[in-house]
């Protein structure tokens, strides 16, 4: 009795300044977390620098990439390694934060690009528009894997929402599943109806960022900006929308006008990351729950680390690739399913699985 009452007692007034102190408290650590994760990106990048079928010690990567002579290192680094490096950051940044968008707005923690059929929708519009248009760079069939990606989007969301009952986490995913195994067989089809079309696909279909120069992402870039920019506008209505559509216009939220945003922000992002890489799976949908373990549901802060640990995620996938056939290469690709399916599978038995992220 004694204990309880040597208590310090908290006023009513003096509890808002004990959360607001916390709060203060709280977004200092998640800010200082965001720098490290900044930090381990560009380690990750300088790695990737030095890494590949010819092996360099960081200082003489950092001396090739500093020293203009024209030396073979030289050229190793600026031709082939800085825009391999450059692209898997981009890549990554933008399926983790499409990742981010589409789980926040369906409610589903299981949701990707990949699962919702994004990146089928992506690929089967670039096979068309280079099997039937002749189409060759990634400025011209980047429009195609827009269109393909919002249609997809749509296709999906239209599909989980028919009938009668709401739009759950399984309908969603069943629909976007069942679409793009759709889309994906189609794809398949027209590629071995035309070979030349099914050679120029055979890197692209497998997910990599190798091969490309930085010319090649020059229209791609204005694009993944925007969606960027798009997100992280959008990403304090998602808070509210996480909550339930009845709820968020009750707090002031526009429901219709942020899925809209949601939508097209989800389509430049994913739809211009497949089109220079291909289709990348499951870093949209591993990268968000690793960051709330870190920072919790608050999504203004889920999507600004996303930018830096999908970066992380993809730029190390890609080094992975390079040791397991050294002194070949793996596509990105593939890592990334190896690694995304073990993920998938435990949280497909976790029991939150099935309830709102």
Known sequence: MTAVLDRPVTTSAEQPRAIRSGLVTRNHQRFLGLLVAAAVMLLCAIVSLAVGSKLMPLETAWQALTAFNGSENQLIITELRVPRTVLAMIVGTGLAVAGCMIQALTRN????????GVNAGAAFAVVIGIGFFGLTTVGQY???????????????????????????????????????????????????????????MRSWNAGSV?????????????????????????????????????????????????????????????GSA????????????????????????????????????????????????????????????????????????????????????
Request: aromatic share 8%; proline share 6%.
């Open 142 to 200: 980047v429009w195609f894997a827009l269109g393909g990606a919002l249609v997809a989007t749509v296709a999906v969301y239209l599909i989980g929402s028919a009938g009668r009952g709401t739009t759950g986490p399984i309908r969603m995913t069943l629909a976007g599943v069942a679409l793009g195994a759709a889309l994906a067989g189609f794809t398949t089809g027209l590629m071995l109806l035309e070979p030349t079309t099914f050679d120029a």
């Open 274 to 357: 497949t089109a220079i890489a291909g289709p990348i799976g499951f870093v949209g949908l591993m990268v968000p729950h690793v960051v709330r373990w870190f920072v919790g549901p608050d999504q203004r802060w889920i999507c600004a680390y996303a930018i830096f640990v999908g970066a992380i995620l993809v730029l190390l996938s890609d080094i992975l690739g390079r040791f397991l056939v050294w002194p070949g290469e793996m596509p990105v690709g593939i890592v990334t399913a190896f690694l995304g399916a073990p993920v998938l599978i435990f949280l497909v038995r976790r029991k939150k699985a099935a309830s709102a992220p």
């Open 109 to 116: 923690p299981l949701a990707d690009p990949g699962i919702l």
């Open 210 to 270: 190798a091969g490309r120069d930085l010319a090649t992402m020059g229209p791609v870039l204005p694009l993944l900006a925007v969606g960027l920019v798009l997100a992280l506008l959008c990403s304090r209505a998602l808070n509210s929308i996480m909550l339930g559509d009845d709820l968020a216009a009750s707090l002031g939220t526009h429901v219709g006008r942020t899925r809209v945003v949601v939508v097209i922000a989800v389509t430049l992002l994913a």
